[in-house]
């Protein structure tokens, strides 16, 4: 079947531009991810959804960042007014139910690229 | 703070030989994750590691959990250009993750 695919591949955009990134899970997959990856960098966690809630939004670096799930489905994490140290690689994963706060195996996307001017 | 370290950060190696890669955790977890990352690539899943003492290999690839010491081991025996990636162990239901291993092995 499908695995997660996350659009678009790559953005570049002008500092202080808004931007949206989508991704689409595997369907039946209820836990939705997005993680920061900087250049040679590990992950660093920014939100998970459990169905169309998200019960931990603690890595969001600040308020510009906001995400959404509908339908218990695609997801899309937006960015206001962009700053070049928001430039990195973006990736969402998702997993099915985290049963009793336990999760499981994530699937990862191939990432959408941003570059801030 | 929770923070998991790995070690090493880099490594670069001959086929054909063995190594082990480290990765402590602050937090408790009795699970531990592993992942591989090829270059421009996405995260594909190793192992998940889901108690202590557990053990799981495949291939020339051997992961340990010791919940105790807070420390996981990836082992790689006889290596091949193949194996080349950069790899990450993550716990706390894989929200706090290792920097990574770049590993690299030469023909």
């Known amino acids: 079947g499908a695995g997660v695919s996350q659009s678009p591949s790559n953005k570049v955009t002008e500092k202080g531009k808004d931007v949206e990134l989508r991704c689409d899970p595997i369907s039946g997959h209820t836990a939705l991810y997005w993680y920061r990856q900087s250049l040679g960098q590990g992950l660093e966690f920014l939100i998970y959804f459990q169905g169309n809630s998200a019960p931990d939004k603690s890595g969001l670096p600040s308020d510009r960042f906001s995400a959404e799930r509908t339908g218990g489905s695609v997801s899309t994490l937006t960015i206001q007014r962009t700053q070049q140290e928001d430039s990195a690689v973006y990736l969402c994963a998702s997993s099915l139910a985290a049963r009793g706060g336990r999760a499981d195996t994530q699937y990862f996307g191939p990432g959408t690229r941003l570059t801030v001017l | 703070e929770l923070k998991v370290e790995q070690n090493p950060l880099f490594l670069s190696m001959q086929e054909g030989k063995n190594y082990t890669i480290y990765c402590n955790y602050s937090t408790t977890s009795d699970r531990l994750y592993w992942y591989r990352q090829d270059p421009g690539k996405s995260l594909e899943s190793l192992f998940v590691l889901l108690s202590n003492g557990a053990v799981k290999q495949e291939g020339r690839l051997m992961a340990s959990l010791d919940t105790k010491a807070r420390l996981s081991t990836l082992h790689i025996t006889a290596a091949v250009h193949d194996l080349s990636a950069t790899y990450f162990c993550?716990?706390?239901?894989?929200?706090?993750w290792g920097a990574g291993t770049k590993l690299i092995i030469k023909p």
């Open positions: 993550a716990v706390d239901n894989q929200l706090i």
